[in-house]
């Protein structure tokens, strides 16, 4: 639900209280974590310049030329890698591929996975090498 409402947000420029609301008036959030939620949506764009700033070296082409879907996942997955590192990076990458397969176009995965997989040898460097020692 994070990926829809930060489309929402890029696409429609509408403002975060809106879009939080209106995720929980049109659907069932008993399953969600709101706490979460709402970290997520209000923490993308406060720290959007760091966000952007993680991934965009690794991107093949601008930030503006990808496609809404991928440009959330990306959003999403990075500030899970700068900001929530008890979920273990490889979690987060499997996470933003699986959206990515969902909600992305064809092969967008593919996309994400090689941009999160640098993304996480920059962020997540100890962890990475940690895990690669295994």
């Known amino acids: 639900m ?26 069932n959030m008993t399953k969600v974590d709101g706490k979460l939620f709402h970290t ?10 760091e966000v952007e700033g993680a991934f ?3 991107l093949d ?33 499997n996470e933003g591929v699986n959206l990515a397969k969902t909600f992305g176009p064809t092969d967008a995965f593919k996309f994400i996975n090689g941009v999160l997989d640098r993304v996480a040898m920059e962020l997540r460097a100890i962890e990475v090498k940690a895990n690669k020692a295994i």
């Not at 949506?41 to 406060?46: H, M, Y």
């Open 61 to 93: 082409r601008e930030n503006k030329q990808l496609d809404p879907i991928s440009r959330a996942v990306l959003r999403l997955s990075t500030y899970e890698m700068l900001y929530s590192i008890e979920v273990p990076y490889k979690v987060v990458i």
């Open 2 to 27: 994070v990926v829809q409402a930060l489309y929402s947000w890029d696409v429609g420029g509408t403002d975060l209280v809106t879009i939080e609301a209106q995720f929980h008036a049109d659907h």
């Open 40 to 49: 997520i949506l209000f923490g993308v764009p406060k720290n959007l310049a």
């Open 56 to 58: 965009e070296p690794h």
